[in-house]
């Protein structure tokens, strides 16, 4: 069965970096889209970005471009995302999610990560 | 970039009643659009995709209808595992946005 288990959030300071990673297994990883959400506590889902099967096409919501990198290692069935110069804001729950065929709804969703952005 | 409006934001109802959610998007998506449920301190599960199509294994009391710009999500007599809050989601194109949410509590 698909299972995504995402890993490497925690408690930060203010404007240091953090890379999560999601660990897929049950599917053909390399054949499918992986996006990444995140919500902040008691909040709403908020779409963070997408990365195409190949790697090949990238996108980012506004509120995390420049700071974000979505990235993938098809040989290791992972997904990554890089976060740099953290914010209070950025504190939230992040989920890594497989993206379908065809219309490319969230099919599947790993559990999520905390990551907590104090001093 | 493409807005969702959800309506309501809260919604208070009893099981076995029916209820609906719309979901409005700020230009034509065509059937780009797909619906979570969310429970508390779970990951979201997707319902619907498509705008109609539903995921398998999802209860059929669940539907979802609509094109382009309006889309409804009917749950057709709610049972008590369906409190929880619904999410609408655009994937016509980056960035994917999804709706605020609405919560349907128990009345």
């Known amino acids: 069965q698909v299972q995504l288990v995402e890993s490497g959030g925690g408690v930060v300071q203010p404007g240091r970096s953090l890379r999560l990673s999601c660990a897929a297994s049950?599917?053909?990883?390399?054949?499918?889209?992986m996006h990444w959400v995140r919500q902040a506590p008691g909040k709403g889902l908020e779409w963070v970005a997408l990365i195409s099967n190949d790697g090949g096409n990238i996108y980012y919501a506004d509120a995390v471009r420049g700071r974000f990198t979505i990235s993938r290692d098809n040989s290791n069935n992972t997904l990554y995302l890089q976060i740099n110069s953290l914010r209070a804001e950025d504190t939230a729950v992040y989920y890594c999610?497989?993206?379908?065929?065809?219309?490319?709804?969230?099919?599947?969703w790993g559990q999520g990560t905390l990551v907590t952005v104090s001093s | 970039d493409i807005q969702l409006t959800q309506s309501p934001s809260f919604l208070s109802a009893s099981v076995g009643d029916r209820v609906t959610i719309t979901c409005r998007a700020s230009?034509?998506?065509?059937?780009?659009l797909a619906w979570y449920q969310q429970k508390p301190g779970k990951a979201p599960n997707l319902l619907i995709y498509a705008a109609s199509t539903l995921q398998s294994r999802v209860p059929s009391r669940f539907s979802g209808s609509g094109s382009g710009t309006e889309f409804i999500l009917t749950i057709s007599s709610l049972q008590p595992e369906d409190f929880a809050t619904y999410y609408c989601?655009?994937?016509?194109?980056?960035?994917?946005?999804f709706g605020q949410g609405t919560k349907l509590e128990i009345k």
């Open positions: 049950g599917f053909n990883f390399k054949f499918y889209g």
């Open positions: 989601q655009h994937l016509n194109n980056s960035p994917y946005i």
């Open positions: 999610a497989k993206g379908s065929q065809g219309v490319g709804a969230l099919d599947y």
């Open positions: 230009q034509g998506i065509t059937n780009y």
